[in-house]
């Protein structure tokens, strides 16, 4: 009964009314940032972060949690809307959620997402506050070896997000591993493929990287594309997901609930893997894995589930251990620390009001985003009826004002059009651009853990395999390469693909 | 939102003809060279709100990260020296940068005006909690027994707990630790709690709860005296290693050539806002030491930055094998 006691006292401590007003506000706030194309979560909380230095410590965690969950979701809205993902947990959204816009079926799309982000939320928070402390511990049992593993059956999964040729997915994937490995050496400090560029010494980043290839190269695409032009607009369609769809969807979101929310527990951004492994799941249990990354309500109800389970879950390590597990909860302990609130082990037992009044927040914060978003998916969907000669400088304009102002460059504005000529290549050449930034996600972690990995085990590769969650990880990466490789199952494949 | 209206203001007043005596007329702008939510981003959030209140005018904190520092550090020493772009430097970027950067585009000693200490965080040296060793000889043994066997971990090229982690293998006889790089305090921390290295330096604010909580254990912290926040800890005078005195300090410089009487109005401003109550607390909180009377001010920024590269940049250049 601790557990009903407890919540009691974080809802005692969410539901008084300066809290809730103010997890109001930083869901509002969030959600209106975030969809400015390219604002992630990240660089919302930084901008906003000051705004809360008058309040109370845990007000202004309500609120900052708040900003962080509506930024989330506002970057599902222009992965869905626009095609550009505001986060690389949101590129997944874009393969069928974009898809589903073009066919007029944008609000249901945004729906989906919301309320399957809800019920993921729900799930996220009674399992934070159940099972927070044992799974810490869990979680604790992954070294660099095994998150290395991990990361190579991350990679199997992507070829699978491949909508043609697996061999070009593939290519795309290595190409996203080689462009991670640019900046500064995690070792010796020495720079590498910078060119001598003092802004790539730190790696590209991620949102330049992803708003060229995805958002701004497919304004160009549709640009040389007039009759594409109308599909967008021809039909509004439907505002809310119907009954059937719904019942549709219950069985994706909560797959994409449980695999999220358990790879959201990993220190160590393991939770951007939750989208990607959902879709793959849903894509390979599917009666007709061809409907994917042609508007699939399932492709997009999984992975939105799995994106906010995951959210949430990543919150684990810094509540029960007081250690980040990825840089937006990093920006959450400067905001615990300027609070006076220097997190750790023990904020569960010394600041229990904190404690538990943010778990009971979460769920706070995921209704309001249902009552947010549920009436702004109407104006959402009329700005799609905005006439392209309009609405593609806007875009043009909010995204360089975005990428401009996660870290004060220039030079990020540049390379974002650098990446939409790329983009554009790639679209004209028949290469989709998923499967790389996957590889570019995955390749900056797989690679620091590879070296971490090697430099504790002394060179020796046994270490991946002597030990057994390790081990466990690679057999089931190897186990679906040879599924994929199999030429007959390849046959059946392709027939698929030819119906 | 804010820092928009900011410019815009900005921009409007810039307008005006501006004296230094009615300095300053518009928000002035602190670069802090580390992402948001880091101890120097902290610490210069700390200060700049009273410093707001005293000169009458929004010191605003914007964070310029990359290249351990020296992004921002450089955009500052190319900002115009007219008191509205000052920054937050700091050890790494002002004492070891130097022997890091081959490239470094600016000198610490000589392209800056230097402002003021604002704050230090001291360095404790930990280890994970199932360590054999119980205090810092101990530990100091056990270096030396095992060599290269023993795991190192830091946060990543030029990060304190790189440099302050060479410094301490330069100084432990007879020990050669594998040094393991993480991609932050975060992950590193994280690896050090559940035992998948041995032991690393870092800045108190980073550790202290950890320590509390039991999850990893300390030896020693690199302060002469010992700290209000860890009153149990030694000093590592105390514990036996004299030579290891080190503190992550955060220092506010401008861009060379700032008039006189500028410098003096914000001098005056951070050691106010230093001597603030409430900063105090904040500063306490966070383990952070707050220089006293002689160690404050411009000259005494400079003697330090000085004397912090004679002691940095030989000892790593010797410890990396670079030249």
Redesign the interface.
Same mark, same amino acid.
Request: aromatic fraction near 4%; glycine fraction near 12%.
């Given at each position: 009964m601790d557990l009903v006691n407890n919540l009691a006292q974080g809802f005692g401590v969410a539901l008084t009314f300066q809290n809730i007003g103010l997890c109001f506000l930083g869901c509002m706030i969030g959600t209106l940032i975030g969809v400015l194309p390219g604002v992630g979560p990240i660089a919302t909380? $930084?901008?906003l972060?000051? #705004?809360t230095?008058g309040l109370p410590p845990v007000g202004a965690l309500i609120m900052l949690a708040g900003i962080y969950y509506g930024a989330q979701y506002g970057g599902s809205t222009t992965a869905i809307l626009v095609n550009i993902p505001g986060e690389a947990t949101a590129v997944v959204t874009t393969l069928d959620g974009h898809q589903m816009a073009k066919q007029g079926r944008a609000g249901t799309a945004l729906g989906v997402a919301a309320l399957g982000s809800f019920f993921a939320g729900t799930v996220a928070t009674l399992f934070i506050a159940a099972m927070g402390e044992p799974l810490t511990k869990l979680a604790? %049992?992954?070294?660099?070896a095994e998150y290395f593993s991990l990361m190579v059956m991350g990679l199997v999964f992507s070829t699978v997000l491949a909508q043609g040729s697996v061999y070009k997915a593939i290519l795309m994937v290595l190409l996203g591993l080689l462009l991670s490995t640019i900046g500064?050496? %995690?070792?010796?400090?020495q720079e590498r493929i910078t060119m001598g560029i003092?802004?790539l010494?730190?790696g590209l980043d991620f949102t330049p990287l992803a708003m060229g290839i995805f958002g701004f190269a497919e304004i160009l695409r549709n640009l040389d594309t007039p009759e594409a032009r109308d599909v967008v607009r021809s039909a509004i369609g439907r505002l809310l997901p119907s009954m059937a769809e719904i019942k549709q969807c219950i069985p994706p979101v909560l797959r994409g609930t449980f695999i999220g929310g358990l790879l959201g527990i990993l220190?160590?951004n393991g939770a951007v893997l939750g989208p990607f492994a959902s879709y793959t799941v849903e894509k390979k249990i599917a009666k007709d894995p061809s409907r994917f990354g042609k508007g699939a309500i399932e492709g997009v109800a999984g992975p939105e589930s799995a994106n906010n389970a995951g959210a949430q879950t990543a919150f684990i390590?810094l509540l029960t251990?007081? #250690?980040?597990?990825n $840089?937006v909860? $990093? %920006?959450?302990?400067? $905001?615990m620390?300027?609070h006076?609130i220097?997190?750790?082990?023990?904020v569960m037992t010394k600041n229990p009001d904190l404690f538990w009044g943010m778990i009971a927040s979460m769920w706070l914060g995921n209704a309001m985003l249902v009552i947010i978003n549920l009436p702004l998916i109407g104006i959402w969907v009329k700005l799609l009826k905005v006439p392209y000669r309009m609405m593609f400088p806007a875009i043009l304009i909010f995204c360089c004002i975005g990428i401009y102002s996660v870290?004060?460059?220039m030079e990020d504005v540049l390379s974002t059009a650098f990446f939409t000529f790329v983009g554009y290549l790639l679209i004209k050449f028949g290469y989709e651009p998923a499967p790389m930034l996957l590889g570019f996600v995955l390749g900056?972690l797989m690679e620091?853990k590879f070296?971490?990995a090697m430099?504790?085990s002394?060179g020796s590769f046994m270490t991946f395999v002597e030990r057994p969650v390790s081990a466990v990880l690679l057999a089931i990466a190897f186990g679906l390469l040879i599924i994929a490789a199999l030429p007959s199952m390849r046959k059946k494949r392709e027939e698929v693909f030819a119906e | 939102m804010k820092r928009l209206l900011g410019a815009v203001i900005g921009c409007v007043v810039f307008a005006l003809p501006a004296f230094a005596q009615n300095y300053p007329t518009r928000p002035i702008s602190m670069i802090v060279p580390f992402a948001a939510g880091g101890p120097t981003d902290i610490i210069a959030r700390i200060v700049a709100e009273p410093m707001s209140r005293i000169l009458g005018q929004q010191v605003i904190v914007e964070n310029v990260a990359g290249a351990g520092g020296t992004t921002g550090i450089t955009r500052g020493a190319g900002a115009k020296p007219d008191g509205y772009a000052i920054m937050m430097g700091h050890m790494g970027t002002h004492g070891v940068a130097p022997a890091l950067f081959p490239n470094l585009k600016y000198n610490p000693a000589t392209d800056f005006t230097p402002i003021g200490l604002a704050a230090g965080t001291p360095i404790i040296i930990v280890a994970k909690k199932n360590h054999p060793a119980t205090n810092l000889k101990e530990f100091l043994a056990w270096a030396a027994k095992e060599g290269n066997k023993a795991n190192q971990a830091y946060a990543g090229n030029a990060s304190v707990s790189h440099t302050t982690g060479i410094l301490l293998g330069t100084m432990m006889p007879g020990a050669s630790p594998t040094l393991v790089p993480y991609t932050g305090t975060g992950p590193a921390l994280n690896d050090l709690v559940s035992g998948q290295v041995d032991f690393m330096t870092d800045q108190i604010v980073n550790v202290v709860e950890q320590i509390r909580g039991g999850n990893i254990k300390a030896f020693a912290i690199a302060t002469p005296q010992r700290s209000p926040a860890l009153p149990d800890l030694p000093t590592t005078k105390e514990a036996g290693l004299p030579q290891y005195e080190v503190s992550a300090w955060n220092a506010v410089f401008g861009p060379k050539g700032l008039p006189a009487d500028v410098t003096a109005k914000l001098q005056d401003a951070l050691n106010k806002a230093l001597d603030d109550p409430n900063s105090k607390k904040r500063f306490d909180d966070l383990g952070g030491v707050v220089p006293g009377p002689d160690g404050r001010g411009g000259p005494a920024l400079q003697k330090l930055v000085e004397s912090e590269l004679a002691r940095w940049v030989p000892a790593i250049k010797a410890a990396t094998g670079k030249k």
């Open positions: 909380i $930084a901008m972060l000051p #705004i230095f604790q %049992l992954f070294g660099p500064t050496d %995690l070792e010796t400090g003092q802004n010494s730190d220190p160590g390590p251990l007081g #250690i980040p597990p $840089a909860m $990093a %920006l959450m302990v400067g $905001a620390t300027i006076g220097i997190p750790g082990p023990q870290n004060n460059a900056k620091e070296r971490q430099i504790l002394r | -």
